[in-house]
């Protein structure tokens, strides 16, 4: 064998070995760099005493691995612990009832004190039987009402609002909920980008600063029945509520 070709054959081997050692190893750091990245997912559905009532009206109770939720008027039940960046996962299920239902996810929420007591406020993504079919959507509670999509009377984004990447509110997100069934929630919520998922449809993708933080609470919107004779049958389930905290 001639013997400078030995030698060339033995310097690329060593530069192949060499460049995979480096390609290992950037793979490893990846790896720890995302497990750093991403903290235990916690399940809030376990035990209430992860929740707080800041309300004088509305009940919850767990029932199996379900939290059930009946109120006379628009309540939130909300978590104890405030987060940032998370990806926020739940499944709901609404009433077959003839009087009005609807209910809602606030993440980044806030809580403040009125004449009334204390209110949950903040991003909520929106849970809605309705015809307007606009579950999925993000609102406003309790300030700017609905960002995305737009409302013709009942929008009122500002300086906060940063940037909507689907401004047109399309047939695929009026058709993401399915009536009847358990419908499964994604928020996923990174500095100023938030996405909400709904069965797996991207039904809101917007940019806004108005919060960076706060308390996880999930809706009823009150029911006259259960006002007028305790009829239950407006009862909104959730389960399956996890979420996984990022750390940018």
């Keep these: 064998m001639n013997k400078n070709y030995a030698n060339k054959s033995s310097s690329s081997l060593v530069n192949i ?3 995979m050692i480096s390609l290992i190893s950037i793979l490893i750091g990846a790896c720890a760099i995302s497990a750093k990245s991403v903290k235990q997912a916690e399940l809030l559905s376990r035990d209430l005493a992860l929740w707080q009532n800041v309300y004088d009206y509305g009940e919850v109770k767990l029932v199996g691995s379900e939290l059930h939720l ?6 939130f039940l909300i978590t104890n612990k405030r987060y940032t960046d998370f990806i926020l996962e739940a499944e709901v299920k609404m009433p077959n009832v003839s009087e009005y ?3 809602g996810i606030i993440f980044r929420g806030q809580v403040k004190t009125t004449s009334e007591g204390q209110q949950a406020y903040g991003y909520q993504a929106e849970v809605d039987p309705s015809m307007r079919r606009w579950s999925g959507g993000l ?3 309790g300030r700017r009402q609905w960002l995305h999509p737009i409302h013709k ?6 300086a906060d609002f940063k940037q909507n990447y689907l401004p047109e509110w399309l047939e695929v997100q009026s058709n ?3 009536q009847q069934q358990w419908n499964s929630y994604r928020i996923v919520a990174k500095g100023s980008d938030i996405k909400i998922y709904l069965n797996d449809v991207l039904t809101t993708h917007v940019s806004d600063v108005k919060d960076a933080e706060g308390y996880i609470g999930i809706q009823h919107h009150g029911s006259q029945s259960f006002v007028k004779s305790g009829d239950r049958t407006n009862t909104i389930r959730f389960r399956n509520i996890s979420i996984t905290e990022l750390q940018l």
């Design 17 to 19: 070995n060499l460049l």
């Design 70 to 75: 009946i109120s006379s008027k628009n309540w």
């Design 101 to 103: 239902t609807n209910s």
């Design 139 to 141: 609102y406003d509670q």
């Design 153 to 158: 009377t009942r929008s009122f984004s500002d």
């Design 176 to 178: 993401a909920y399915k």
